[in-house]
């Protein structure tokens, strides 16, 4: 299934005409793109039943919460799905975000939780063997080109600055992302393009689950 051109041209207008006016007057176009996105975010869904054990899927709202921004446009240029896996021993998290000039699949761990992002910089420290195949196999480079996520400047607290995995340890987001042109959005594969972009996060996200569901002893923590 696709993204059709109608609705990545109401995304488009909305980022020129952010106002409640504009939109009130357009809710009609609104409701009929936000419509099409539920359908195709089903659509995802069971083809990522096949290959997955998933727990729920969200569509995330357009109305952006500015209580605490500085930016006071109401509403967001982009529609966007998160997925989440199911169990404890399944880890990462799934992401499409479509907004004109910035459509990306995505996933990973974008704010691990300090015990989480400890244990990872651990499994690092102790051996980053198996994390350097993943993220140097062809295939995910081929999608992802790198792993991504922001970091500390020099070394985290414990850790030697000179250690040969500093480039991961320092790390504190583990995340991979996929680009896409507003082209194959509007695609009739677009759907099946995701879905496989979503596999090929498998390898990255099943390591991931292995380090976090056990200790440094690879005894299960669960």
Same mark, same amino acid.
């Given at each position: 299934?696709? @993204?059709? !051109?109608? *609705?990545?041209?109401?995304?488009?207008?909305?980022? +020129?005409?952010?106002?409640?006016?504009?939109? +009130?007057?357009?809710?009609?176009?609104?409701?009929?793109?936000?419509? +099409?996105?539920?359908?195709?975010?089903?659509?995802?869904?069971?083809?990522?039943?096949? #290959?997955? &054990?998933?727990?729920? #899927?969200?569509?995330?709202?357009?109305? /952006?919460?500015?209580?605490?921004? !500085?930016? !006071?446009?109401?509403?967001?240029?982009? %529609?966007?799905?998160?997925?989440?896996?199911?169990?404890?021993? &399944?880890?990462?998290?799934?992401? &499409? #975000?479509?907004?004109?000039?910035?459509?990306?699949?995505?996933?990973?761990?974008?704010?691990?939780? *300090?015990?989480?992002?400890?244990? @990872? /910089?651990?499994?690092?420290?102790?051996?980053?063997? +198996?994390?350097?195949?993943?993220?140097?196999?062809?295939?995910?480079?081929?999608?992802?080109?790198?792993?991504?996520?922001?970091?500390?400047? *020099?070394?985290? /607290?414990?850790?030697?600055?000179? #250690?040969?995995?500093?480039?991961?340890?320092?790390?504190?987001?583990?995340?991979? %992302?996929?680009?896409?042109?507003?082209?194959?959005? %509007?695609?009739?594969?677009?759907? /099946?393009?995701?879905? @496989?972009?979503?596999?090929?996060?498998?390898?990255?996200?099943?390591?991931?689950?292995?380090?976090?569901?056990?200790?440094?002893?690879?005894?299960?923590?669960?």
């Amino acid at each position: 299934m696709a @993204i059709s !051109k109608s *609705t990545i041209d109401f995304l488009k207008a909305i980022r +020129e005409n952010n106002n409640k006016p504009w939109f +009130e007057a357009n809710k009609d176009t609104y409701l009929t793109a936000k419509d +099409e996105f539920k359908i195709f975010a089903e659509d995802l869904r069971s083809l990522m039943d096949k #290959h997955d &054990l998933l727990e729920k #899927h969200k569509i995330f709202r357009i109305y /952006r919460d500015v209580r605490f921004s !500085k930016d !006071k446009t109401p509403y967001k240029s982009n %529609m966007s799905i998160g997925f989440t896996r199911a169990t404890k021993a &399944l880890r990462g998290g799934y992401y &499409l #975000h479509v907004e004109p000039g910035n459509i990306f699949a995505g996933g990973g761990f974008w704010a691990p939780e *300090t015990k989480d992002l400890k244990r @990872i /910089r651990d499994e690092f420290a102790t051996s980053d063997k +198996e994390i350097r195949e993943i993220i140097n196999n062809q295939d995910f480079i081929k999608h992802f080109g790198t792993l991504q996520g922001e970091g500390v400047k *020099t070394a985290p /607290r414990g850790f030697d600055k000179n #250690h040969p995995a500093i480039d991961l340890i320092r790390k504190k987001q583990f995340v991979v %992302m996929k680009p896409f042109s507003e082209q194959e959005v %509007m695609s009739e594969n677009f759907a /099946r393009e995701v879905d @496989i972009t979503f596999q090929a996060m498998r390898p990255f996200f099943d390591y991931m689950s292995d380090v976090l569901t056990t200790n440094i002893n690879g005894e299960s923590i669960l």
